[in-house]
């Protein structure tokens, strides 16, 4: 199953994924690192994580303000993105992934394609891209960033009104 979502993301990456896909992506590219021991818990984090409608140049596009928005925008945009951007110290390399739930309810895990790795200031940037919402898209959303044995490293929250 997990491959099937790497799949997905990799399609999404070539603009291949199909509408009502999953497509994620990661926006740094980790190239050559190897593997190493994790940190501990409290050295990772999400330092700044906001639904938006997409990502462009290594930023959210539309993001929402005051975590909300309407379920005609959610409709208009074809899905919702997840923007976040994790800080870790220099020298760690984990794989993450961004778990949906609405109203407490699992919506999808979507792996992201490329390790976090640490010693970027603003954070590592990456998202998840929700595209198969069903109605009614109204209600309380988490996505929670967690490492690839669990840890929660943050959380993004945000409502989607009728």
């Keep these: 199953m997990r491959g099937a979502f790497a799949a997905a993301c990799a399609a999404g990456l070539m603009g291949l994924a199909s509408p009502g896909a999953f497509a994620c992506a990661s926006l740094a590219a980790a190239r050559g690192a190897s593997e190493q021991q994790l940190a501990p818990f409290a050295q990772r984090s999400a330092s700044r994580a906001v639904p938006a409608r997409a990502v462009a140049s290594l930023e959210p596009v539309d993001p929402a303000r005051n975590g909300s928005l309407s379920a005609a925008t959610v409709a208009e945009w074809g899905g ?36 976090i790795q640490g010693g970027r200031r603003e954070g590592f940037r ?37």
């Excluded at 923007?83 to 792996?111: K, M, S």
């Excluded at 929250?157 to 009728?162: D, E, K, N």
């Design 80 to 115: 919702i993105t997840a923007y976040t951007a994790i800080y870790a110290p220099a020298g760690i390399r984990q794989a993450v992934e961004h778990v949906w739930f609405r109203d407490g309810e699992l919506l999808a895990r979507i792996p992201l394609p490329t390790p």
């Design 126 to 162: 990456t998202f998840s891209r929700n595209q198969d919402l069903k109605p009614p898209l109204a209600g309380r959303y988490t996505v929670d960033v967690k490492t690839a044995s669990g840890q929660l490293i943050g959380r993004l929250r945000f409502t989607v009104t009728p």
